[in-house]
DNA sequence: CGGTATCCGATAGGATACTG
DNA sequence: CAGTATCCTATCGGATACCG
C-alpha cells in the first residue's frame, strides 16, 4: 500500500507540473494586459507603457523579459538614434489563445456561480428573518 | 481618436476581468495539489494534509477556506467527538477540468517548445565556436 | 483531530530618480 | 526613448507553538 501511495503521489507531481507552468507563465498583475495591447500588432515600450494602463516602466521591463524568455514575445531593436524597440507577440504565443479563452469562458462562468450562490444565502437570510 | 482608445482600454478591461477572476482562483502554492488529491474522493483535514507533500496546517486550513469561497469545495462537519471534517468538491468544480486540461495541454507543450529554442541556440553556440 | 496565533523571511510590486 | 537603480510596502508562505 505504501508503493500505492507514492505512485499516487508521483502521479499527482506529473499532473501538476505542467499546470504549474502554465500558470506560472500567466501570472503577474501585468503579462495578460501586455498580451493583450501586443495582440494589436507590434509596439514600441512607450506604447506598450501608455496602453497598459497604471504599469510602471519597471515592471513593464521585467515583465516583458519574462515573456520574452518564454518565447510569447519578440524583442527588436533597430539601432537609430534614439534606439528604436519594438515589441511583438511570437508564433508560439498562438497557442496561448485557447488557454486565455477556457480561462475567459470560466471566470465568466464561475461570476454567475458565485451571484447563484450569494442570492441563495439572501434568500436564506431573509426566510430567518 | 482619444474616444477609440477609451473604448479599446474599457474592453480590454472587460476581457481581461475574467481572466484574471480566473487565475486568481487557482493561484497559490497549494490549491491544485489540494483539489487533485480531492478528486480521489472527500477526505478528511489530516488526510489532505498527509497526500499533499509539504503543506503545514495553516496553509491547507486558509486554501481550503479559500476554495470553500469560491464554492469549488464543500467542509461538513460530523458532530462526533473528536470532531470529523471532510472536505469533498463541489459540482461547480466540476467545470474546472477543462481549464485545468487546457492549462496542462498548453504547459507541455510550452515545455517542449522551449526545449526547441534551447537546442537552436546551443546549435547556434556550437556553430559559432 | 482540526485547526488558530504568532513570528519571520522571501518575493511581488509601487514610487521616484537617474542614464546612455 | 527605453530602460536601470534604489528604496519601500504589502502580501505569500514557512516554522513553531498552542487550543478546544
Same mark, same amino acid.
Given at each position: 500500500? &505504501?508503493?500505492? *501511495? +507514492?505512485? *499516487?503521489?508521483s502521479e499527482c507531481m506529473g499532473i501538476l507540473r505542467p499546470i504549474r507552468d502554465a500558470l506560472d507563465? @500567466?501570472? =503577474? &498583475?501585468? &503579462?495578460?494586459p501586455i498580451i493583450v495591447a501586443l495582440t494589436f500588432g507590434e509596439k514600441?515600450? =512607450?506604447?506598450?507603457? $501608455?496602453e497598459v494602463n497604471g504599469v510602471t516602466? $519597471?515592471? @513593464?521591463?521585467? +515583465?516583458l523579459r519574462d515573456l520574452e524568455l518564454n518565447g510569447l514575445v519578440k524583442r527588436r531593436v533597430e539601432n537609430t538614434y534614439p534606439v528604436k524597440v519594438t515589441y511583438s507577440l511570437t508564433p508560439h504565443s498562438e497557442s496561448l489563445k485557447t488557454v486565455i479563452?477556457? @480561462? $475567459?469562458?470560466? =471566470? @465568466?462562468l464561475h461570476r454567475q456561480e458565485l451571484l447563484k450562490e450569494c442570492s441563495e444565502k439572501d434568500s436564506i437570510?431573509?426566510?430567518a428573518s
Open positions: 500500500m &505504501k508503493k500505492q *501511495e +507514492e505512485k *499516487e503521489h507563465v @500567466l501570472n =503577474g &498583475k501585468w &503579462k495578460l514600441r515600450f =512607450g506604447e506598450i507603457s $501608455r516602466d $519597471r515592471m @513593464l521591463s521585467k +515583465e479563452a477556457a @480561462l $475567459r469562458d470560466w =471566470g @465568466l437570510v431573509e426566510s
